[in-house]
């Protein structure tokens, strides 16, 4: 074995083995730096995501977000090429947009889920607030109801009482007249019961 590939195979044992201790799980595939690796085996991590540029496996551009193209820089093509030396079957390297697709899927799913909480948000919300609304349109209305009832309990207390007041007025005035009629005619008795003494008298 020749000086360069022992070198070459070192520098893929190490770059595999600092990417297997960044591998944690995601949804019951290997997640590591790269993207995530098909069954935990590193056969296929010569492409991928590393930061926030997706390198598709060949070639010397990587791509972001929006997938601009923008040429490797050295720590990448270091990466990159190190991932590539690790290839059991170099025949098998071609440009590969799974893991860009992936992740784009998984970005669109979030989003989607955040479109959807904050519809339904709005939504709950909305409805809170016509329920709200019914309810102090029904509040007010009771309210108003037992403002009007007791508005017409005081009125028609009020003409109880002024009817009332009338009717005593009246069984008084009543009452006055027969006694003024009583005393009247027993004045008018003792009149004429002198008249009849003094007719005696003269006779």
Do not use: F
């Amino acid at each position: 074995m020749t000086l360069s590939i022992m070198k070459a195979a070192g520098l893929a044992a190490a770059t595999t083995l600092l990417g297997a201790c960044s591998v944690g799980s995601y949804g019951g595939l290997s997640v590591g730096s790269a993207g995530y690796y098909d069954d935990g085996y590193y056969d296929d991590g010569y492409y991928g995501w590393y930061g926030d540029y997706y390198y598709p496996g060949t070639g010397y551009y990587v791509y972001d977000r929006n997938r601009t193209a923008y040429r490797w820089n050295a720590r990448q093509q270091r990466y990159w090429l190190a991932r590539r030396a690790a290839i059991r079957d170099q025949r098998r390297i071609r440009a590969n947009w799974n893991r860009w697709e992936r992740r784009e899927a998984r970005r669109e799913y979030r989003r989607d889920a955040r479109r959807d909480a904050r519809r339904e948000y709005h939504r709950e919300y909305r409805r809170d607030a016509r329920q709200e609304a019914r309810r102090e349109a029904r509040q007010v209305a009771r309210q108003q109801a037992r403002q009007r009832a007791r508005q017409q309990a005081r009125q028609e207390a009020r003409r109880e009482a002024r009817r009332e007041a009338i009717r005593d007025a009246r069984r008084e005035a009543r009452r006055d007249n027969r006694r003024d009629a009583r005393r009247d005619a027993r004045r008018e008795d003792r009149r004429e019961r002198r008249r009849e003494r003094r007719r005696e008298r003269d006779d």
